[in-house]
């Protein structure tokens, strides 16, 4: 089975191919022959020539900054610039426009989404997301963190961990618990916060990558405007859901490819290590390749869904457990062709401590042992492998809840 597009589907691909090929470098090989500052400058720039082609949140209105693009048109987009091996956007955009403006475009008012969208994609604010608690990782409802209105603002006073480039951030959407006398679900508002304030502090975590992506955000007397709640006050539970959805249910269109691109850039580092014919890692590797495929048909299960008008909803957890529980068996594999080589990384790392390296990386020990030790944290982020599991069960197979 090979899944085709309409003739007119494939008309719109020459125009993403067309200014792809505008717009990138001679000879381009992928973002992974970048480092460094050559690195971040390019992404940059490039976030830019995205922004001016309407190519940076290409399915939103055009009124708001975007290109009014179908289902199917960004589906195209995102796998083009996935197999040209370009960004989507900045390091925050996954927060301030798949996930942030996703959730306004639905859940907004009129004023806050002519106020935040054009901003989104000015990068005039750059957000990062707040949920998890110390006490509260996987059981989201259990949040602490106290929102307390006194006149016109909300007074915050707790923490969230785990905040994804949170350090490279001046706005966070964060739940609250604004009515502690409701039930778990019941008493918690999705609030849009500053953090250019004194009551914000953000403490980097350092992870066993040795990267910092992580931090903690600590909120001592921080205020919020009594109108940055979305979605209604005590309403944040419905709103954050819609918002997870976008997170899970979007990789659909670009992980696949990413996988496959990573799959067969081991099968080079195999055959040049000169281990291609063992018939056990010619196993695993084969192992590898049927789960990629099938990976490809659950994102197009996705999609299918997507492009018929559907919210994303709870089903994104089995596209979310199946590749972050993949990611971390593919990557013992390539630690294991490396052998003891994997444990003195040398060359490019990865530039981002999230799901595979960038197109066009080297084969060099220290992308892999990278990639190794980031993939331990995908089946914990935007919600562990044993939550993901409870909401396929609960929430797509209708079994009985999890006894308290």
């Given at each position: ?30 973002i ?8 971040h ?6 976030r ?12 939103w ?13 960004q589906?195209?987009?995102a ?14 955009d996954?927060?301030g ?26 990068n ?7 949920y ?12 602490g ?6 006149g ?5 006073n ?7 480039a ?16 409701l ?23 350092r ?44 990789a659909a269109?670009?992980?696949?490819i ?16 000169g ?15 049927t ?6 048909y659950?994102?197009m ?12 909803g ?6 979310k457990?199946?590749w ?44 892999w ?10 089946s ?10 409870n ?14």
């Open positions: 089975m090979q899944p085709t597009y309409t003739p007119e589907a494939e008309s719109y691909r020459e125009k993403v191919q067309a200014f792809l090929a505008e717009k990138l470098p001679t000879n381009w090989m992928g992974g022959q970048l480092e460094g500052d050559e690195l400058e390019f992404v940059m720039q490039w830019v020539t995205l922004h001016e082609g309407r190519f940076l949140a290409p399915g209105p055009v009124e708001y900054g975007g290109a009014g693009l179908s289902a199917l048109e589906v195209i987009t796998e083009e610039f996935a197999r040209a091996g370009v960004p989507t956007g900045g390091p925050n996954v927060f426009i798949q996930m942030l403006g996703n959730t306004l475009l639905q859940w907004g008012t009129d004023e806050q989404k002519a106020y935040y969208l054009p901003r989104i994609l000015s005039a604010d750059v957000w990062c997301q707040g998890s608690e110390p006490n509260a990782g996987s059981d989201l409802s259990n949040i963190l106290r929102g307390e209105l006194d016109d603002q909300w007074i915050l707790g923490q969230k961990i785990w905040t994804s949170g350090h490279l951030a001046d706005h966070i959407f964060t739940l609250a618990r604004t009515d502690p006398d039930p778990r679900h019941k008493g918690i508002s999705f609030l849009l916060v500053d953090m250019r304030q004194p009551g914000v502090e953000v403490r980097p975590i992870m066993i990558s040795g990267e910092s992506e992580f931090n903690e955000v600590f909120y001592t007397d921080a205020t919020c405007p009594k109108d940055n709640v979305v979605g209604g006050v005590n309403n944040g539970w419905a709103v954050a859901m819609t918002l997870l959805g976008y997170e899970r249910g979007e269109a670009t992980l696949p990413r996988f496959q691109a990573e799959l067969d850039r081991l099968l080079i580092m195999a055959k040049d290590r281990v291609a014919n063992d018939p056990i890692i010619r196993q695993r590797l084969a192992w590898c390749y789960k990629v495929q099938m990976m490809r659950l994102g299960r996705t999609l299918t869904k997507f492009m018929q008008g559907h919210h994303p709870p089903d994104g957890a089995i596209f457990l199946y972050s529980e993949y990611h971390k068996i593919v990557s013992e594999l390539a630690m294991d062709i490396m052998g003891l080589d994997g444990l003195v990384p040398t060359g490019r790392t990865p530039s981002s401590a999230f799901q595979t390296d960038d197109a066009g990386a080297p084969n060099s020990t220290g992308s042992e990278g990639v190794f030790l980031n993939a331990r944290a995908g914990i982020y935007a919600g562990s492998s044993q939550i993901q599991r909401i396929i069960g609960e929430m797509v197979l209708g079994l009985p809840k999890e006894p308290k």
